[in-house]
């Protein structure tokens, strides 16, 4: 086999270090979004996992699971409290997270706070179906701030 034939076989590879002593390495189909903020390097790339964000270097969330792992972290304290009103997001850049809380009938208002907002606009562009539209719901506000000096003022309000 030429030398050719063996690096196009090779592709590209991401590659993430969970522990100090293991890593997982996935093929890289495709880069579809690379960039920076003031915060974090963001990329959102394409494996065997579907559509990838990463940031500064680690998977937040993929395509194939995003679902399962939203409704995992949203659904059972929601179903535990039995009628939520308000909530309050610390993070979430993805919308996924606020999607599942604005599923919730009892839901009247979510609060998402994430200091990144090139990561909010970025997956609104780049992965729209993850946040389904939930930006345009008037019972969602979107501040850009830090999540804990925000949390008081929020408080306050409600």
């Not at 996935?26 to 003031?38: A, V």
């Not at 609060?111 to 729209?128: G, N, R, S, T, Y």
Request: hydrophobic fraction near 35%; charge should be negative; glycine fraction near 6%.
């Amino acid at each position: 086999m030429s030398i050719e034939a063996e690096r196009e076989k090779a592709g590209f590879w991401f590659s993430e270090e969970t522990s100090p002593e293991s890593s997982i390495s996935l093929k890289l189909h495709s880069i579809l979004f690379s960039g920076s903020s003031p915060y974090q390097s963001v990329s959102i790339i394409k494996t065997s996992f579907g559509r990838t964000l990463v940031t500064d270097g680690k998977t937040q969330s993929c395509e194939n699971d995003e679902k399962i792992y939203h409704e995992s972290l949203v659904l059972p304290p929601l179903l535990k409290h039995g009628s939520p009103k308000k909530i309050f997001i610390g993070g979430g850049g993805e919308l996924a997270t606020a999607r599942e809380c604005l599923r919730i009938p009892s839901v009247e208002k979510v609060v998402m706070v994430d200091i990144d907002e090139a990561v909010v606009k970025m997956c609104i562009e780049h992965l729209p179906e993850w946040g389904e539209e939930c930006w345009s719901d008037p019972r969602l506000q979107i501040i850009y701030g830090d999540a804990y000096e925000n949390f008081d003022k929020i408080e306050e309000d409600w």
